[in-house]
T-cell receptor, first 114, second 114 residues
Framework: AQKITQTQPGMFVQEKEAVTLDCTYDTSDQSYGLFWYKQPSSGEMIFLIYQGSYDEQNATEGRYSLNFQKARKSANLVISASQLGDSAMYFCAMRNYSNYQLIWGAGTKLIIKP | NAGVTQTPKFRILKIGQSMTLQCTQDMNHNYMYWYRQDPGMGLKLIYYSVGAGITDKGEVPNGYNVSRSTTEDFPLRLELAAPSQTSVYFC?????????????FGDGTRLSIL
């Protein structure tokens, strides 16, 4: 069965430090995509970054990068130089190219301390 | 650009009442989705649609109905509200033909059943 696991329910990080949010996935498919979303306290879902299973390089988007280790089935989100505005829930999600559904992790609550 | 618009933003229902959550998108996306998010949890797919006139069940469809008469609109109907349906509901849309395209979310509807 397809599954996304986020093992860190919550994290506290000092402002300006880098932070890594863990995500492991389980799938038997060869073609899939991994997404990270941010959900601030205001509630909206904001797309951050995408990694395809066949992408040879790790995805990057500004301060966000994805540490993709295919053999270990992990897709960790790295936020460099954290800011107070990064405080939010972060969700990892996976989509297989054979269907239309995103499978979601339970999320990690990140709190940036000043 | 409006993106995905959900109405209402908040609603309180009594047990047994019915209501329709509205969702409209102006991005000409073929694919649309309804999710629910319970407190402290990730998103669970209720229903999805791959185009006008085509809908299918997701992970948690019981107690809900949908229709898709136009590309833009994808309303979610609760027929007999139950306390277990207290949740935040998100509508999303995407270009599914391009699998690396993220789902775009509305701001959510916070629904309480009392």
């Amino acid at each position: 069965a397809q599954k996304i696991t986020q093992t860190q329910p919550g994290m506290f990080v000092q402002e300006k430090e880098a932070v890594t949010l863990d995500c492991t996935y389980d799938t038997s498919d060869q073609s899939y995509g991994l997404f990270w979303y941010k959900q601030p306290s205001s509630g909206e879902m904001i797309f951050l970054i995408y990694q395809g299973s066949y992408d040879e390089q790790n995805a990057t988007e500004g301060r966000y990068s994805l540490n993709f280790q295919k053999a270990r089935k992990s897709a960790n989100l790295v936020i460099s130089a954290s800011q107070l505005g990064d405080s939010a829930m972060y969700f990892c999600a996976m989509r297989n190219y054979s269907n239309y559904q995103l499978i979601w992790g339970a999320g990690t609550k990140l709190i940036i301390k000043p | 650009n409006a993106g995905v618009t959900q109405t209402p933003k908040f609603r309180i229902l009594k047990i047994g009442q019915s209501m329709t959550l509205q969702c409209t998108q102006d991005m000409n996306h073929n694919y649309m989705y309804w999710y629910r998010q319970d407190p402290g949890m990730g998103l669970k797919l209720i229903y999805y649609s791959v185009g006008a006139g085509i809908t299918d069940k997701g992970e948690v469809p019981n107690g809900y109905n949908v229709s898709r008469s136009t590309t833009e609109d994808f309303p979610l109907r609760l027929e007999l509200a139950a306390p277990s349906q207290t949740s935040v509901y998100f509508c999303a849309s995407s270009y599914q033909e391009y699998s690396n395209q993220p789902q775009h979310f509305g701001d959510g509807t916070r629904l309480s059943i009392l």
